[in-house]
């Protein structure tokens, strides 16, 4: 495949970028000889990393890295002591920490000093409810300022956040709940959209949620149970806090990703692992301090905390609009919070491009763009640059057990579109074809020990998921991941899609085995099979299923909508079904297992 640049950095921008700073401290002009320095001298390029970005430590670590216990159970900071959310209040106190609009409102903006007052005031709440070291505590809210301050707040107070989407039906939350048994639960009464009130509060109750802290938004009555809480009752009136100190492996917030046995994986994050999304943010979009960094999400999905930590670690202003990311009202917010790096999924670029909402909004505050979530469009991410004046996009691709991205771009180097340019900095991969040999297209496998990535699964074996079976590399261990890359002839890369049985739909990760388990429920359907189907020319993935039919009188039509509306009652209303396929019988392996991968193929050579 041959490919052509695009958008080609200037001298200027090369110079007034980290990743340049950090190559002439330590003597590179070469980047990728200075990549090549950041994997083969790991302790040097962390140890350099944690210091640009000013982690906060009580106590210094004794050494950066420890193997002892093998690459697969690394510790990073051994011996050392902190709250990472010490490291997120470094600005000045009257910096804008937060700016952010409420749909149809104007621009609000808090400083540091007002954020930190109100999670200082939050985690006295914690104290209040007489909660305790180690408590759980979850947040199933939209991304506002009072989300992002819980979330704070109880790391701060040692308490493990659990982050649960908005978007999931009470079936989903309850799961989480039962795996995670959090003491209490914070929530709004409705999410507003467009003018609609969704609900939220009523959701959490049919999870049948512990004691509820209810923030309420909308002007209608809510009727709360015994325990249960208004915001304004839970909320308390001290704005000072002393954090509590713990070790670099401690967790701080635990976050669910989806596994191929149907029930999602627990995942914990530690003390260590925002290092790895700040220091992506710092290297890759080139956050610098005072930025306004602005990635339409949720607490629920990784980009959430990773837009929390890697925005205020490095320095830098969080932009939250509270309305849906897909109308003029976003594209007005986006022009006078004056963002300098805007991230997306590939589903809304395609949406801006097909209703031309964005061009009429003038983005030139943006420095960059960054993509993940989904595979992107060519076309799509050209059209993305113009809307900035011809900005760079930062394709960016990792996982919630990962804390970031293992490959991703850069603005040193020339930019193409929907290509990666870069394996993460401090962090490598290698690609294997099934024989296990290298080959520029295959399966990845992550080569430890990379700073963030997990150690420990709430519900799973760790090792058995990640590195159980995998194949050895120039005698090295390698970590599974799911994903399957392309490496071009300038040595970019494309993604492939994923190798087992997860997807990603709208950004979101999901195994095909939670949707067959509520589609084999339903009166027409004896067996299923779920697939992600990439469009011809590229783009989000197209949700697929096939089905082996129980005899009914259902129409074609009909049955669509069955298969539409179980999924999103019971999994997830942003996951749409393009199409359903009658067949004979699903293909299977000798071990009985479906073969997705040949449903693939047939759907895209049909």
């Given at each position: ?66 193997i002892?216990k ?23 106190d ?18 540091q ?14 104290v ?34 659990v ?122 979009q ?28 490095n320095?830098a ?42 061009e ?5 505050n ?65 690609l ?15 080569i ?27 005698g ?27 997807m ?67 999994l ?35």
């Amino acid at each position: 495949m041959s490919v052509k640049p695009f958008w080609k950095p200037s001298k200027k921008i090369i110079e007034q970028s980290n990743i340049f700073k950090m190559m002439q401290a330590n003597g590179f002009e070469n980047y990728q000889d200075f990549w090549k320095w950041s994997v083969s001298n790991k302790e040097d390029f962390w140890e350099a990393t944690v210091n640009n970005l000013g982690i906060k430590l009580t106590k210094k670590y004794t050494s950066i890295l420890d193997i002892s216990k093998g690459v697969e159970n690394s510790e990073w900071l051994k011996n050392a002591k902190l709250n990472i959310v010490d490291s997120c209040f470094q600005n000045e106190d009257e910096a804008t920490a937060i700016i952010f609009q409420e749909e149809g409102k104007s621009i609000q903006k808090i400083t540091q000093n007002e954020l930190l007052k109100l999670v200082n005031q939050i985690a006295n709440g914690f104290v209040e409810l007489s909660l305790k070291k180690g408590d759980k505590i979850a947040i199933d809210m939209p991304m506002t300022v009072e989300a992002v301050a819980i979330y704070l707040a109880g790391i701060k107070a040692g308490m493990p956040i659990v982050t649960i989407a908005d978007s999931f039906t009470p079936n989903e939350i309850a799961v989480r709940l039962k795996i995670t048994a959090p003491k209490v639960i914070f929530t709004q009464d409705v999410l507003q959209r467009a003018g609609k009130e969704l609900p939220l509060f009523q959701k959490v109750c049919e999870a049948k949620a512990p004691k509820v802290v209810v923030l309420k938004v909308s002007s209608k009555n809510i009727y709360l149970r015994e325990n249960d809480l208004l915001w304004t009752d839970f909320l308390s009136s001290k704005t000072e806090f002393i954090t509590t100190i713990q070790k670099p492996d401690d967790i701080i917030t635990i976050l669910f990703s989806s596994g191929t046995t149907g029930e999602p994986k627990a995942i914990p994050w530690t003390h260590t692992t925002p290092i790895k999304g700040a220091s992506d943010g710092y290297y890759h979009q080139d956050i610098q301090k005072n930025d306004v960094v602005c990635w339409p999400t949720n607490l629920g999905w990784m980009m959430g905390p990773w837009l929390v930590f890697t925005a205020l670690i490095n320095k830098a202003s969080i932009a939250l609009y509270y309305g849906a990311p897909m109308g003029e009202g976003f594209g007005e917010f986006v022009q006078n919070a004056k963002v300098t790096m805007l991230g997306v999924i590939p589903s809304f670029v395609k949406h801006w491009k097909t209703s031309n909402c964005m061009e009429n909004y003038n983005w030139n505050n943006i420095k960059c763009f960054s993509s993940t979530g989904e595979i992107s469009n060519p076309s799509e991410m050209e059209y993305l640059m113009q809307l900035a004046n011809n900005k760079p996009v930062i394709e960016y691709c990792g996982g919630t057990e990962i804390g970031g991205g293992y490959v991703t771009s850069t603005v040193v180097q020339p930019n193409i579109a929907s290509t990666f340019s870069s394996q993460a900095l401090g962090g490598e991969f290698v690609l294997l074809a099934k024989n296990n040999q290298k080959s520029t297209m295959g399966e990845l496998f992550l080569i430890p020990p990379i700073m963030g990535l997990s150690n420990t699964l709430l519900n799973r074996n760790h090792f058995d998921v990640y590195y159980k079976d995998t194949p050895t590399y120039k005698g090295q261990l390698l970590r599974r991941h799911g994903d399957e890359l392309q490496q071009l002839e300038n040595g970019y890369y494309k993604a492939q899609g994923r190798v087992d049985d997860a997807m990603n739909l709208g950004g979101i990760k999901v195994s095909s085995i939670q949707i067959e388990a509520i589609l084999n429920r339903l009166e027409f359907i004896n067996e299923s099979a779920a697939i992600a189907v990439s469009p011809k020319n590229g783009g989000p993935s197209l949700l697929v299923v096939y089905y082996v039919e129980i005899a009914s009188n259902l129409s074609n039509e009909n049955r669509l909508n069955e298969v539409r509306t179980g999924i999103r009652k019971q999994l997830n209303p942003l996951f749409k079904v393009t199409d359903l396929i009658k067949i004979n019988t699903l293909p299977r392996t000798a071990s009985n297992k479906v073969m997705r991968r040949k449903l693939r193929d047939l759907y895209e050579n049909k």
